[in-house]
């Protein structure tokens, strides 16, 4: 019954890989998120969707690619990963733009060695 | 400066104690702000809301919004070992496309 999920939970990958972290949610919700929370936790967003819809992009590198097949999954493409990019990727919903009640995920823990 | 800034931590507290947790924020024009909490190796929870100035209470939880200072504030009561955890403040950005801007977190520890 889990209402957002990830997947994998772990990830651990050279430098240089392409890797997919993908990201469903149940609830019916339009809107979903990408966001980054670094070793200080720090949590920043990345990407919003609406409706398959790309609406924020957050100065993010191009190496990072959302794709969002259908309202319920957000996928992330990173591609030539870099030790930069070592954090937590969140992904979370929301019944639409509104801001009221994001739901997150349990977050995908990303290690490049 | 930031859109957000939160008092750095952490801090660790006996349970029972009254726990006050503070953020501040740069631009007058933020209507809503919101508390997150996160437990260790989970993803952020709703906790609070609030609109514009004022307190909200829920349980043993308050939020307190001062917008002449532009501080906003989690109050704790009774605080107990299952508040351990992370605190988020955020508010949205403003705009139909909204997008949460949160401060950097505080861990809060309540030893037993």
């Known amino acids: 019954d889990t209402a957002v999920s990830q997947t994998p939970k772990y990830l651990v990958t050279q430098m240089g890989n392409d890797k997919s972290i993908k990201c469903e949610q149940n609830?019916?919700?339009?809107?979903m998120y990408w966001y980054k929370q670094d070793s200080k936790k720090f949590l920043k967003i990345m990407f919003s969707?609406?409706?398959?819809?790309?609406?924020i992009n957050e100065t993010v590198p191009n190496r990072f690619s959302p794709k969002s097949p259908d309202k319920a999954h957000l996928n992330l493409h990173i591609n030539s990963l870099e030790l930069g990019d070592s954090a937590v990727y969140f992904c979370?919903?929301?019944?639409?733009?509104?801001?009221?009640?994001?739901?997150f995920g349990p977050g995908t823990r990303l290690l490049v060695l | 400066q930031k859109e957000v800034e939160q008092d750095p931590g952490p801090l660790s507290v006996p349970e029972g104690a009254i726990v006050s947790l503070n953020c501040t924020y740069s631009?007058?024009?933020?209507?809503?702000f919101m508390w997150y909490r996160q437990y260790s190796r989970k993803g952020p929870e709703l906790l609070m809301y609030?609109?514009?100035?004022g307190n909200k209470e829920d349980g043993r939880f308050t939020a307190q919004v001062d917008k002449s200072s532009k501080y906003i504030s989690l109050f704790i009561r009774d605080s107990q070992p299952s508040d351990s955890a992370t605190y988020l403040c955020?508010?949205?950005?403003?705009?139909?496309?909204?997008?949460?801007?949160f401060g950097k977190g505080i861990t809060l520890s309540v030893r037993p």
């Open positions: 979370a919903s929301s019944q639409d733009l509104r801001f009221e009640t994001q739901y």
């Open positions: 609830l019916g919700h339009d809107t």
């Open positions: 969707y609406n409706n398959k819809e790309l609406i």
């Open positions: 631009n007058s024009a933020f209507q809503y």
């Open positions: 609030t609109y514009s100035s």
């Open positions: 955020a508010t949205p950005m403003g705009g139909a496309n909204s997008k949460l801007t």
